[in-house]
């Protein structure tokens, strides 16, 4: 939420807080495999927002070399002092400050066997079409099945990944975290967000 400028100093009677028509910054945080960045894209093509894709934007360099903590923190908020955004996810390195930041934050938070199923069938087609990822990236049948897998890290992140879910909940309320448990209750609300070109507030 933003002050209104005609309000008193922060602390007064009369001050005031004012939703803006929409929420102009916006976070999609979900398990591994859920369908953050496709929603991110969708969100972004319907509402004109723009979508910063982490993984691509912060995260990877070529040949899958991830890029120094710090430097993705500097990268991160400085996209986020932008007055309007879409962030598909956020690492742990700068998560707080954008979460603190977003209007929303949009929870994906599915069951484990639907996203892993998710994550399989893309994994597979990526492999198989050699689709270049995360700044030119690969995926191969030896990175699906190494120590560093993306199939072996939704195993281990799944739990505190939900878990960071209820935490936001927890912290900012209904009226900041929007919540889906399924991907078919998410489906009315983006065709809702394709229909009118805004994201709605809780």
Not at 52 to 64: I, N, S
Not at 176 to 185: D, I, N, Q
């Amino acid at each position: 939420m933003r002050q209104d400028d005609a309000c008193a100093r922060p602390g007064s009677p009369t001050c005031c807080w004012i939703r803006p028509e929409r929420p102009p910054q916006d976070l999609i945080v979900g398990v591994t495999g859920s369908g953050k960045s496709t929603l991110a894209v969708r969100l972004g093509r319907a509402t004109g927002l723009p979508v910063h894709l982490v993984d691509q934007e912060f995260g990877w360099l070529p040949g899958w070399v991830q890029r120094d903590p710090g430097e993705q923190r500097r990268l991160a908020l400085e996209r986020g002092a932008e007055p309007s955004w879409i962030f598909d996810s956020a690492y742990s390195h700068y998560r707080s400050e954008v979460a603190g930041r977003a209007d929303l934050i949009v929870c994906l938070d599915y069951r484990r066997w639907v996203s892993l199923a998710r994550l399989v069938r893309r994994s597979v087609r990526r492999v198989l079409s050699r689709e270049a990822v995360s700044n030119g990236n690969v995926e191969t049948w030896g990175t699906l099945f190494s120590a560093d897998s993306i199939l072996r890290w939704h195993a281990t992140s799944f739990a505190g990944k939900r878990e960071r879910i209820r935490a936001l909940a927890d912290a900012y309320g209904p009226r900041k975290v929007l919540r889906f448990r399924s991907a078919r209750r998410a489906q009315p609300w983006l065709e809702g967000v394709n229909a009118s070109g805004r994201i709605p507030w809780p």
